[in-house]
């Protein structure tokens, strides 16, 4: 029965967000109420009925109702709850239910708070209801969640064991929160375009939605990485993987998106290219869900076979990116910013990061689609890995981090670099300091490492000097706070990279019981390996006592985990952290009566993750300030400009 | 990020259900860096996004036995990498070649830089031109 209320939900929902995207554009017009108070009720309606057929997925994973066939293709009764709800999202229908299902509430958060004004906002919803009703039909076409299985069998296939850990049950809604997130930046942009209201009231009204988005996908890449780490058992953070790859573009845009916007909302500078990085940002949200989603990345020639989804997708993706350039490019250069600005100003220093951010992601799109590209053309076959990025990318970065602390420095309009550069001495001789001190401690002596920690120590030392020489810390606007926090984060996780990447002792022995092997000042001793039972796994479980300094100071238990159900294996390591440096072990096959263990200690490790924390907690700051500051009228912003 | 995962997954995990072999170190610590240093920047063939180093697939393994042997029989970095691509092709190899097929990869992200740049000069000399005469 749940499945049939799912099925008629998604009908429903598709129905309504039809009548949405109808009603919104039309309630563009000026004297449309009536449509506009149709595009509202509707998202309200759409958000309902999605909500409906979410539901009752999860209602059916929960039930292990196995006649439903991605449940029986996704779950198993023995599973634990958590994972029962979270293999909804773990498998393509339901991901892509969860994807329609934020792209709602977006929309009825959009509708409910009216930001903007009527008209834009009618308009936004109407380009909402468009992306809605493609993904619905999608859904229904190519992707049905609630096919039936006849006879229905008796037991499910189970999830993916490495999908089966409490950080991934939250990575993937926080990651889509912040991909579909920026649907409502580009329905905005789109609207501002369409009802020609591209100002200063445009750029505040999608502004928080920007800053939610980012800081989800912040959060979700963040959590994505540190997953990757504990779980895959070789003490990596990030592969550049195509699939990460996916996640990091929008990222980058987004990021530039921000800053752009703030210029834009300030004096109405760079509104264009704020329009053009918003319908970007989104664009690279729906690439991404193409790469991932259509199977061209595992093969390009798997895609030609089986085309359907990936058809669909391309179609609706060169649609939608299609027809908001093609507005863009008719309606844009009706815009005339014509602002006035020094080659010394904090324009030109939000300008510069743009470009640099938009080279960035430029960088990785390039990275990731080439050997797609060549092989389809040429039939070529060539890999892209971390050596291209660390000589293309890394570089845009290295730029990028040594203007960041001049942005929060120079005034608008026309700053002085001189004065910024005198604020910041201290920040120069912090990060002088850092370099001299990890080039004669560290070995082996690097300048590689030297410079990577001055960069560091320069944007978190700039980072506090900014604060400080504000003046009263608890007067201080939310804003300040937002890039103190944002900015010292990239410091911070820069440290993290840096320590682990250069400083990082590997060590992989065979031990029998008894035996030891050192790593970086510890000593492991391997004391026994024993077999333990988990809820639906079976677990070899290692005793490693740890000694430092001859005197024990841990016991740590890494496992090599069997799942029947599924019919794989994998490794849960053990990490022993003290925030400054990671002791991980991971336990590998039996081999000649001993076993087989990799050990790492990487330095500094936690402070990548720690770095995307604070980034988040900078977008919160500034989130906070703006929901607050909603008080001030916008005829006096429109004054104002 | 499901599809963050699904891809690394699917790869991993056919790695990980597989032997971790273990260790097979040469004796002599200079041969043994050099040799973990060039499983860096080579591919396992059969995972999607790592490294010889990382991999736990038999393949991945058989491989690094195979660069050990190479250079303990006196084979440079380049030779071994030489013979391994001739047997898998570039796509062994991390770092993509230099050549014709690949300089819009290798050089394309300079071009955008240089556009993006170009176009924020003029902007800003543009911006500057209107600003007022005193203040310039």
């Not at chain 1, 009603?23 to 109420?33: C, D, H, S």
């Not at chain 2, 393949?59 to 084979?75: F, H, P, Q, S, Y």
């Amino acid at each position: 029965m749940t499945g049939e209320i799912g099925q008629l939900a998604l009908c429903l929902a598709l129905a309504l967000s039809a009548v949405m995207a109808v009603a919104g554009l039309l309630g563009a017009r000026a004297n449309a109420g009536q449509s506009r108070a149709v595009a509202s009720s509707t998202a309200m309606g759409l958000l309902v009925f999605v909500a409906l057929a979410f539901g009752s997925l999860i209602y059916a994973f929960v039930t292990s109702d196995f006649s439903i066939a991605t449940v029986y293709q996704n779950s198993h009764t023995l599973k634990p709850l958590i994972y029962k709800i979270t293999g909804v999202w773990g498998n393509h229908e339901g991901s892509m239910v969860l994807w329609v299902f934020v792209l709602a509430i977006y929309s009825g958060i959009m509708a409910f708070a009216q930001r903007g004004g009527e008209r834009l906002t009618s308009a936004a919803l109407g380009v909402q209801g468009l992306l809605a009703f493609a993904f619905l039909l999608f859904i229904l076409f190519t992707s049905n969640p609630f096919l039936r299985l006849d006879p229905p069998p008796f037991e499910g296939l189970g999830l993916n064991p490495l999908l089966q850990d409490p950080g991934l049950a939250m990575h993937p809604p926080m990651l889509y929160v912040g991909y579909v997130g920026l649907s409502a930046s580009f329905s905005y942009s789109a609207a501002a375009l369409i009802t020609g209201e591209a100002n200063a009231a445009w750029a505040r009204a999608a502004r928080p939605f920007m800053l939610f988005a980012w800081i989800a996908l912040t959060l979700g890449i963040t959590l994505g990485s540190w997953w990757a780490y504990y779980v895959l058992g070789w003490g990596g953070f990030w592969f550049w993987d195509p699939v990460e790859n996916a996640a990091l573009m929008p990222w980058l845009i987004a990021t530039a998106l921000l800053h752009s916007a703030l210029a834009t909302e300030r004096t109405g500078a760079f509104r264009s290219w704020t329009l053009l990085l918003a319908i970007l940002g989104f664009s690279l949200s729906l690439i991404g869900t193409f790469l991932v989603r259509s199977g061209v990345l595992s093969s390009v020639h798997a895609f030609a076979n089986d085309p359907e989804r990936g058809v669909f997708i391309l179609g609706m993706l060169v649609t939608a990116i299609g027809s908001a350039l093609a507005l863009f490019a008719w309606r844009a250069p009706q815009l005339q910013s014509g602002t006035a600005f020094d080659i010394a100003s904090k324009e030109t220093t939000l300008l510069l990061n743009n470009v640099l951010l938009s080279a960035a992601a430029a960088t990785v799109f390039i990275g990731t689609l080439y050997p797609l590209l060549l092989d389809a053309l040429t039939g070529e076959k060539i890999s892209v890995g971390p050596p291209y990025f660390a000589l293309t990318f890394a570089p845009l970065f290295v730029v990028l981090i040594l203007l960041v602390p001049f942005g929060p420095r120079l005034g608008w309009r026309k700053g002085d670099w001189r004065e910024a550069l005198l604020v910041l001495r201290p920040a120069l001789g912090v990060a002088a300091v850092a370099a001299v001190l990890v080039f004669a401690i560290a070995t082996p002596h690097s300048l590689v490492a030297a410079g990577a920690f001055a960069l560091a120590a320069w944007t978190i030392a700039a980072a506090i000097v900014d604060l400080v020489r504000r003046g009263d810390l608890r007067a201080l606007p939310a804003s300040a706070y937002a890039s103190a926090l944002a900015h010292a984060g990239l410091g911070i996780t820069l440290m993290g990279i840096a320590g682990t990447t250069m400083w990082r002792s590997e060590g992989l022995e065979l031990l029998k019981p008894g035996q030891t092997m050192p790593i970086a000042g510890y000593t492991l001793r391997l004391d026994g390996v024993e077999m333990v039972q988990g809820p639906n796994y079976e677990a070899e479980r290692a005793d490693i006592a740890v000694f430092s300094n001859g005197r024990a100071i841990a016991v740590m238990h890494p496992e090599k985990r069997d799942y029947p159900a599924e019919g794989q294996a994998t490794t849960d390591t053990a990490i022993r952290t003290t925030g400054f440096s990671d002791l991980y072990l991971a336990l590998g096959d039996q081999r000649d009566g001993g076993w087989v263990l990799r050990a790492y200690v990487s330095p500094l490790a936690p402070f990548i993750w720690f770095g995307g924390v604070f980034m988040a907690l900078g977008g919160l700051a500034s989130l906070w300030g703006r929901l607050r500051r909603r008080a001030v009228p916008l005829e006096q912003l429109a004054a104002a400009e | 990020m499901r599809r963050l995962l699904l891809a690394i997954l699917l790869s991993l995990v056919s790695a990980m259900a597989f032997a971790d072999t273990g260790p097979d170190k040469l004796a002599d610590p200079a041969l043994e860096a050099r040799a973990v240093a060039l499983q860096k920047q080579l591919r396992c063939l059969v995972c999607q996004g790592q490294s010889l180093d990382e991999s736990n697939a038999p393949l991945a393994a058989d491989l690094r036995r195979l660069i050990r042997a190479r250079i303990a029989a006196g084979d440079s970095d380049e030779q071994v990498e030489h013979y391994l691509v001739a047997r898998y092709g570039d796509f062994i190899l991390m770092k993509p070649p230099l050549e014709p097929l690949t300089y819009l990869l290798w050089f394309g992200p300079l071009g955008v830089l240089l556009i993006g740049g170009a176009a924020v000069a003029l902007v800003i000399a543009r911006a500057r031109m209107r600003l007022d005469p005193g203040d310039r």
